[in-house]
């Protein structure tokens, strides 16, 4: 069970390593989001995110004009594990403007 | 559980954080509209290819929260067997949405 650490990419999973300790995006099922630093990773893609922002994004439909508004909810986490079978993507945060 | 080959052997495995939240208050946020607050009594975790549809829970002195209908409460005491195949995230010491 000898474990190795390597510092080149290889695989997928790699590209997620070197982001560990840094602040991540996650899309997640559901229309979840996350935005968090990354503390911990398995194969399974199972995380832990410290000092955590999740956004819920709903559509909500007007029964009168049929328009679709988009409504989104935002909450703080201290720290939070991850079920690794909700995750889309992960990414570097996204910069906006 | 074997970590892969290429993982930092000093890094916490997300499930340690789990085990370690035996025994206090947790968070759990569903992939449906709900969430379950309660205290950790223990979880398995189905090996290899079993894994991802393991991690079911155990927990007591449950409430159990639906998000959509403005908040509405469902208290459970004892203990339930939650099915892990649901969950999205977990939140150790969390006490759930704020109403």
């Known amino acids: ?97 | 559980m074997a970590a892969n080959a290429t993982t930092n052997p000093s890094q916490l495995l997300p499930l340690e954080l789990v085990d370690k939240c035996i025994g206090s208050r947790i968070h759990i946020v569903m992939k449906s509209d709900k969430e379950i607050v309660g205290t950790l009594l223990g979880f398995d975790d189905f090996v290899s290819i079993l894994s991802k549809s393991g991690d079911d829970m155990v927990l007591e002195d449950v409430t159990e929260f639906e998000i959509t209908p403005e908040g509405r409460r469902i208290t459970k005491l004892d203990q339930i067997l939650l099915n892990g195949n649901n969950i999205t995230m977990l939140v150790p010491g969390g006490e759930g949405p704020e109403v």
């Open chain 1, 1 to 97: 069970m000898g474990q190795q650490t390597t510092n080149t990419v290889e695989e997928p999973l790699d590209l997620i390593r070197l982001s560990l300790d840094e602040r991540i995006y996650v899309k997640m099922r559901n229309d979840r989001e996350l935005r968090g630093r990354l503390h911990a990773y398995d194969q399974h893609l199972n995380m832990i995110l410290g000092d955590v922002e999740e956004t819920v994004t709903t559509i909500e439909i007007d029964e009168e004009t049929y328009e679709e508004i988009y409504k989104s909810t935002k909450r703080n986490i201290p720290m939070l594990f991850v079920r690794g079978d909700g995750v889309v993507l992960v990414a570097p945060p996204l910069r906006v403007g």
